[in-house]
């Protein structure tokens, strides 16, 4: 990102890809670099998160963690993907990543979190590998 990204979102807000108004996702978002692209779009920027993992404040699977000003707007009826770890990739990351908006993504939220098993996550995290592979919705 450049300096001052956070400043710049303010500006970008009535450009959000994503409707709903709750989460904020720009495809050709002026505040990311060519690296930090090349980083998105191979979802290489998700590799930091594993010492995440290894401290145990996440999972390889769970929902995303929001940004603070995502999680500012998050309704008393979406707490349920609190009870959960925030993981790396999740439902609604292979079932339609950022195609999706704000309600369909907290929806496979919330089916991930009330029908959370161990196969699920082992299906999700195998298709998590082919939609990273073909770089599905990724940007």
């Known amino acids: 990102m450049v ?3 956070e400043v710049m979102q303010s500006q970008l ?3 959000n ?3 709903g108004g709750i989460l904020f996702k720009l495809k050709n978002d002026p505040r990311v670099t060519r690296f930090g692209t090349f980083l998105r779009r191979s979802s ?3 590799l930091p998160q594993i010492i995440n993992i290894l401290m145990g404040e996440m999972s ?3 929902p995303r963690p ?3 000003r995502d999680a500012q707007k998050v309704s008393d009826r979406l707490v349920s993907r609190y009870d959960v770890l925030p993981g790396i990739t999740g439902l609604w990351q292979v079932k339609g990543r950022n195609s999706l908006n704000s309600e369909e993504i907290f929806v496979w939220d919330d ?3 009330t029908q959370w098993s161990i196969a699920l996550d082992f299906k999700i995290i195998l298709h998590t590998f082919s939609v990273v592979i073909k770089a599905d919705g990724s940007y």
């Open 3 to 5: 300096i001052d990204a």
């Open 13 to 15: 807000e009535l450009k």
């Open 17 to 19: 890809d994503i409707t």
């Open 44 to 46: 290489l920027d998700e």
């Open 60 to 62: 390889i699977v769970g």
């Open 66 to 68: 929001l940004s603070i």
């Open 111 to 113: 089916i991930y979190v």
